[in-house]
């Protein structure tokens, strides 16, 4: 879950939670025979009956509770379009994705399955994929060309519509690939 999302996660289940336990709360005060212990709803619930659908006060709060409906559903459209790649589709009307973490386990086996590779880390972004790669000691110059070519073509291998610029990094040293 990201940063952003934990404080209003952690706030929406503290209300929720709250909410619950105030419900419960009164289910038993009403079924042993009491009032109202928190809340006075009898109360709210005689001023609500007095009300007509057709009132300013219903359709405010109706058309209040659908822009809150909406306005979530958008929310949730946008913060969940960030991790994936938009591909290009197999058949004509498709739309197919590809998300960031499948591309970058992809990327993190190509990169190990190099002869002289001993570690591989690899961080996807929306403009570019860092590939930080270890090398075992007395591993040959042809290495590094190797995972560039295999890197690269795992990349082209999701025919992504815009793939993200691999930077290959092997043993702290930048190796600029191809957008």
């Known amino acids: 879950m990201r940063v952003g999302n934990r404080l209003p996660a952690a ?13 419960v709360l009164e289910i038993t005060a009403a079924a042993g025979g009491q009032g109202p212990m928190v809340v006075d709803w009898p109360a709210w619930s005689a001023r609500l009956a007095s009300w007509a659908w057709s009132s ?3 359709r405010l709060c109706g058309v209040l509770l659908a822009l809150a ?3 979530v559903l958008l929310l949730s ?11 290009h589709p197999s058949e004509a009307g ?11 386990r992809a990327l993190r086996a190509a990169a190990l399955s190099v002869d002289g590779i001993t570690a591989a880390s690899v961080r996807v972004r929306r403009r ?6 270890r090398l075992r000691p007395r591993t040959s110059v042809g290495a590094v060309a190797q995972v560039r070519s295999r890197l690269a073509g ?5 025919d992504l519509t815009h ?8 043993g702290g040293r930048a190796v600029r690939g191809p957008r």
């Open 11 to 23: 706030l929406v289940a503290a209300v929720l939670a709250a909410a619950g336990v105030i419900a």
């Open 56 to 58: 300013g006060a219903v």
């Open 69 to 71: 409906g909406l306005s």
């Open 77 to 87: 459209r946008a913060a969940g379009g960030g991790g994936r790649f938009e591909a």
């Open 94 to 104: 498709t739309v197919m994705y590809v998300r960031r973490r499948a591309l970058s």
């Open 128 to 133: 570019r994929a860092v590939v930080r790669t």
């Open 154 to 158: 795992t990349v082209e291998s999701f």
């Open 163 to 170: 793939p993200p610029r691999l930077v290959i990094e092997v």
